[in-house]
């Protein structure tokens, strides 16, 4: 029998060294008791710190709240905009497709300035409106891929037979289409979200002296010299983003073995 190399192991340990490595420093200087890059014991401190850190607490309130409104607008501009296209041939669809892709396409740089010049020009002032139209901007494009590449994998049968029965096109949308569709708006709704969340480039160019979102804090104390804080402020946020994906592992467990249930439950 031929020998299997250890590299492929190895090459995979490395990856997972470079990935998560930085990340456990991170958790660990969270609990050191100095600010320095040595351990100088183990406290707890930084997170009585950092939650009697108004300015962070806030910022951080600010960029849930964009993240919520911006990912719920661009998945309802998305959607509509890639059911409207979908189904349709016409000579200017190629194009409108193209330009739905402008804003994850330029450079965020380059639409911050856009952004910010088109809001000097009519006048709005900069705070947790422009934030939201900004962020709403260029979250839309990755709800319009998901959905759309989900409807061009669908039977457009499956309308048209509903229709047959029917149903008016509002119907057949809201009990065919959108149950279909819903997986597709969701997980580009998340990964809006995300990118909401972590956005400074755009947030820089369009937030205001009053409104602060929780990647330009902590960009603006790179500048003075970053504490634990913000190593804690981090484990946190990793801690609920583990508790979020263990809970919805536990819940997509229990639905299967429901329906599995019921399944033998009638066959029975």
């Known amino acids: 029998m031929k020998k299997r190399s250890r590299f492929p192991g190895i090459y995979v340990v490395l990856i997972l060294l470079l990935l998560y490595l930085p ?87 380059i639409l911050g300035m856009a952004y910010l010049s088109f809001f000097t020009f009519v006048r709005l002032p900069a705070g947790m409106l422009t934030l939201v139209l900004a962020h709403t901007t260029f979250c839309v494009p990755y709800i319009f891929i998901n959905v759309k590449a989900r409807l061009s994998a669908l039977d457009p049968s499956i309308g048209e037979a509903a229709r047959d029965l029917g149903a008016s096109a509002q119907r057949a949308f809201f009990d065919i289409t959108l149950p279909l569709i819903a997986p597709a708006i969701l997980s580009g709704a998340l990964l809006a979200f995300a990118m909401s969340m972590d956005d400074v480039v755009i947030s820089f160019f369009v937030t205001g002296a009053q409104t602060s979102t929780l990647p330009l804090e902590i960009y603006s104390m790179l500048r003075m010299g970053v504490t634990p804080e913000i190593n804690a402020l981090c484990t946190v946020l990793l801690g609920a983003v583990f508790l979020l994906v263990a809970f919805s592992r536990l819940f997509q467990k229990s639905s299967r073995s429901r329906f599995f249930e019921k399944k033998l439950g009638k066959k029975l």
Do not use: C
Not at 46 to 59: C, E, R, S, V
Not at 89 to 102: D, K, V, Y
């Open 23 to 109: 990340i456990a420093v991170v958790i660990a200087y969270s609990f050191n008791d100095t600010k320095l890059f040595h351990w100088a014991g183990f406290t707890f401190s930084w997170y009585g710190k950092l939650f009697h850190n108004q300015t962070l607490i806030n910022a951080f309130f600010n960029s849930l709240e964009l993240a919520l409104i911006s990912s719920a607008s661009a998945a309802v501009l998305g959607t509509l905009g890639a059911v409207g296209l979908s189904g349709r041939h016409f000579r200017a669809r190629g194009a409108l497709e193209n330009l739905s892709m402008i804003p994850i396409m330029v450079p965020e740089i």
